[in-house]
């Protein structure tokens, strides 16, 4: 069964700063996914990631995979205050099909201070 | 383009109760799955529906149903409502076939008194 670890829980950080995070999973998968969540709010998707290597990037976050270590990361470069939210990634558990069933991470939440 | 709507966005019921939610995807999309969200368990797959068919299911008792139209809407169940069903319901919509991206719904919040 595919289990999916992020860490760290939780991420207080001083603007300006640069950290990372994240996230482990049990089993082969073809596909994973960053999302961010603001309190109270619904999940927005940062980042899909196909195949072993990728990279992506946006504004001051940068994920990668590295699906021989089974690991993703989300890089954050010089954080702002409204990075502030609560951070997921997420893997597909159907290796190789077609479906969609997304075993997330326990997210990460993140506290950028001034 | 209109995004994932789902309705109602917030619903308080009482024990033993059921409930009905509902998803509509963003149009063109035709699988739609189903998440729970809770601050001790997470965000949990409930189950996916695609051209009126569960593809898949997570490990939730069969108290909890769903169901998908023609039209590709969906709708999930939860009979005989417990205190630990309250919870924040997301819907995800998502075009068939491989390596397609998953977009969500606002949630409905459902609080069970």
């Known amino acids: 069964e595919l289990k999916v670890e992020q860490n760290p829980l939780f991420l207080s950080m001083q603007e300006g700063k640069n950290y990372t995070i994240y996230c482990n999973y049990s089993?082969?998968?073809?596909?994973l996914y960053w999302y961010r969540q603001d309190p109270g709010k619904s999940l927005e998707s940062l980042f899909v990631?196909?195949?072993?290597?990728a990279v992506k990037q946006e504004g001051r976050l940068m994920a990668s995979l590295d699906t021989k270590a089974r690991l993703s990361t989300l890089h954050i470069t010089a954080a702002v205050h409204d990075l502030s939210a609560t951070y997921f990634c997420?893997?597909?558990?159907?290796?190789?099909?077609?479906?969609?069933?997304?075993?997330f991470g326990t997210g990460t939440l993140l506290a950028v201070q001034p | 383009k209109a995004g994932v709507t789902q309705t109602p966005r917030y619903l308080i019921k009482t024990r033993g109760q059921q409930v009905t939610l509902s998803c509509s995807p963003i149009?063109?999309?035709?699988?739609v799955s189903w998440y729970q969200q809770t601050p001790g368990q997470g965000l949990q797959f409930l189950f996916e529906?695609?051209?009126?068919?569960?593809?898949n299911k997570g490990n939730f008792p069969g108290r909890f149903s769903g169901r998908q139209f023609s039209n590709s809407r969906s709708e999930m169940n939860v009979s005989t409502l417990e205190l630990g069903d309250s919870a924040l319901y997301l819907c995800?919509?998502?075009?068939?076939?491989?390596?397609?991206?998953?977009?969500f719904g606002q949630g409905t919040r459902l609080t069970v008194v």
């Open positions: 529906y695609f051209s009126e068919t569960q593809r």
């Open positions: 997420a893997v597909d558990a159907n290796y190789g099909g077609a479906t969609n069933k997304l075993i």
């Open positions: 089993t082969t998968s073809d596909r």
């Open positions: 995800a919509s998502s075009l068939e076939g491989m390596r397609t991206e998953a977009f």
């Open positions: 990631l196909l195949s072993n290597g």
């Open positions: 149009s063109g999309h035709r699988s």
